[in-house]
């Protein structure tokens, strides 16, 4: 089977490419690919066996151990970062879908941990007065780096112990999630806030535009306006 591996960072540079193809046997596991990796070059081979906790997705968002059976066509490897997974930050496509369950318990916490906030955003079916039978994304290739620069720098000034951010690009439908913002902080009161924070800053500031289909027109939604192109 063939899976595309996603690198991040220092392991995306050592590899010389962000995207990378590997040949392997049916239930491979995640061990496989890493060790596959890992035959690329000495620098990151060496990497990869140095860093400790190196953070390994499916094509859902779910964290997988080492032993696990890869399920699907890609997998993201991502080195961990300065805080450990105090920010968790992904672009989502398509069929992709995320378990709170699971991003619930790999953000990090902390014994004066006393509340975990979730915003989620999905399509409405009824806006402006017409009826919205798709929603499409279109966004700008730094929109992940954007994320994570959001993401840390509320991070920091509510002192959280982590935040997750999470956003569709591509079509929706009415239902359907958009966006996912999660936030764990000491008490209830920086968490609220914090998490406002975060919600108006990525639709104000996130190189991310959207195109509504009603039952009137296709209309793209830029600022406060719509801009009607069909």
Same mark, same amino acid.
């Given at each position: 089977? @063939?899976?595309?591996?996603?690198?991040?960072?220092?392991?995306?540079?050592?590899?010389?490419?962000?995207?990378?193809?590997?040949? %392997?046997?049916?239930? %491979?596991?995640?061990?496989?690919?890493?060790?596959?990796?890992?035959?690329?070059? !000495?620098?990151?081979?060496?990497?990869?066996?140095?860093? =400790?906790?190196?953070? *390994?997705?499916?094509?859902?968002?779910?964290?997988?151990?080492?032993?696990?059976?890869? !399920?699907?066509?890609?997998?993201? *490897?991502?080195?961990? #970062?300065?805080?450990?997974?105090?920010?968790?930050?992904?672009?989502?496509?398509?069929?992709?879908?995320?378990?709170?369950?699971?991003?619930?318990?790999?953000?990090?916490?902390?014994?004066? &941990?006393?509340? &975990?906030?979730?915003? $989620?955003?999905?399509?409405? =079916?009824?806006?402006?007065? +017409?009826?919205?039978?798709?929603?499409?994304?279109?966004?700008?290739? #730094?929109?992940?780096?954007?994320?994570?620069? $959001?993401?840390?720098?509320?991070?920091? =000034?509510?002192?959280?112990?982590?935040?997750?951010?999470?956003?569709? &690009?591509?079509?929706?439908?009415?239902?359907?999630? &958009?966006?996912?913002? $999660?936030?764990?902080? +000491?008490?209830?009161?920086?968490?609220?806030?914090?998490? @406002?924070?975060? *919600? !108006?800053?990525?639709?104000?500031?996130?190189?991310?535009?959207?195109?509504?289909?009603?039952?009137?027109?296709?209309?793209?939604? $830029?600022?406060? #306006?719509?801009?009607?192109?069909?």
């Amino acid at each position: 089977m @063939r899976i595309r591996v996603r690198l991040y960072a220092v392991l995306a540079e050592l590899a010389g490419s962000s995207e990378i193809v590997i040949e %392997c046997n049916d239930r %491979c596991s995640v061990n496989e690919v890493l060790d596959r990796l890992a035959e690329i070059g !000495e620098g990151l081979s060496m990497v990869l066996s140095k860093l =400790k906790g190196i953070i *390994v997705l499916d094509e859902k968002g779910r964290r997988l151990g080492g032993n696990d059976v890869i !399920e699907g066509e890609r997998v993201d *490897v991502l080195p961990p #970062s300065a805080g450990g997974s105090k920010v968790y930050v992904r672009v989502a496509r398509g069929s992709d879908e995320f378990s709170l369950d699971k991003l619930f318990g790999m953000l990090d916490s902390s014994d004066e &941990t006393g509340a &975990t906030l979730f915003f $989620i955003g999905t399509v409405r =079916k009824l806006n402006r007065g +017409g009826i919205v039978s798709e929603l499409y994304y279109d966004a700008h290739e #730094s929109l992940e780096a954007k994320l994570r620069d $959001i993401a840390s720098g509320v991070l920091e =000034k509510y002192s959280l112990d982590s935040v997750a951010l999470i956003h569709y &690009t591509g079509t929706r439908k009415p239902g359907d999630i &958009t966006f996912i913002a $999660i936030v764990r902080a +000491g008490s209830r009161g920086p968490g609220f806030a914090a998490l @406002r924070e975060l *919600v !108006e800053k990525v639709k104000h500031e996130a190189p991310i535009w959207k195109r509504e289909t009603r039952d009137d027109g296709v209309y793209w939604i $830029i600022g406060e #306006s719509d801009v009607k192109v069909k």
